[in-house]
């Protein structure tokens, strides 16, 4: 059994990089993938001590992106080894648009009279500070109940105090995966399918654009969905790919390896397939 979709507490995660590495040796993993948002922070510390565990480690990202105006996100995978400094530096730039994003929107919700200040909410993001983090600030100060909450009153593309953040469209993207010798994947196309119920053409569109993947496998896939999916993988030419979108105690009903509600089990050829694909 594998997992290719996990965070660390690097990006949106509560897990360290070295307590995931355990928790996916105690339930028997064979391969995990480490997908933090924007950053390798969690997977460069977790390399080490996963080759002392015996625990193969794939390289991974989950990059926010632009699909016809809407944040979307694609995962990249670099299952041969390191994606260079090249795409790294990349990266850097958007860490760097990521941080001027949040400067105005904490002052945005200052506008709106909430005590939010970026240096708290950094505490909580470590490498990478987003909007989840000032989620968790403005449930902590009592200024709304839930995260959910959080994101449909102020910081969500609908709230008050949205602020958008420039980034790259998930057509360049999976250029700049491609050209790192990785692997794009759609994440999770359910939520795109809710927002757009043209899916299919979507799909076939990046497919068009050099996309290599699609995550078919997925905690919020039911089983009528993952079968959609695996057939729109096929029909594109497609890799298939899967995980569970593990994020520790920020979503507590996610469980590493199996999902919510156990009903994921990846197998190993899964991630066969991929290296295969990349070769």
């Known amino acids: 059994m594998i997992d290719l979709h996990t965070h660390t507490y690097e990006s949106d995660g509560s897990l360290s990089p070295r307590e995931l590495i355990d928790a996916a040796m105690d339930i028997g993993l064979q391969a995990m993938a480490i997908t933090d948002h924007d950053t390798f922070a969690g997977f460069d510390a977790a390399l080490p001590y996963a080759r002392e565990r015996g625990l193969d480690l794939v390289c991974g990202i989950e990059l926010s992106c632009k699909l016809d105006g809407h944040t979307t996100h694609l995962l990249g995978y670099f299952v041969h080894g390191d994606p ?3 795409f790294r530096g990349w990266l850097d730039q958007l860490l760097t648009a990521r941080r001027d994003r949040n400067r105005r929107l ?6 709106l009279g909430l005590d939010i200040r970026l240096e708290e909410v950094e505490r909580l993001g470590r490498t990478l500070t987003g909007r989840p983090h000032f989620a968790r600030v403005l449930v902590e100060k009592g200024y709304v109940k839930t995260r959910d909450e959080a994101f449909k009153k102020y910081i969500g593309e609908h709230g008050k105090a949205f ?11 999976i250029e700049k995966i491609a050209e790192a010798r990785g692997l794009s994947s759609l994440a999770h196309p359910v939520r795109v399918e809710q927002r757009d119920p043209g899916i299919a053409n979507i ?6 654009a050099g996309m290599a993947g699609l995550e078919v496998w997925h905690t919020d896939h039911n089983p009528k969905a993952t079968e959609q999916f695996l057939a729109m993988a096929e029909k594109n030419g497609l890799t298939p790919t899967g995980g569970s979108d593990f994020h520790g105690d920020a979503k507590p009903n996610v469980r590493l390896g199996s999902g919510a509600n156990g009903r994921l089990r990846i197998p190993v050829s899964v991630l066969q397939a991929m290296r295969q694909r990349s070769l």
Do not use: F, K, W
């Open 84 to 86: 260079g400094p090249q």
């Open 163 to 173: 602020v958008e953040r420039e980034g790259p469209t998930v057509e360049q993207g």
């Open 203 to 208: 799909i076939g569109r990046l497919a068009a």
């Open 106 to 111: 904490a002052e945005r919700l200052q506008s």
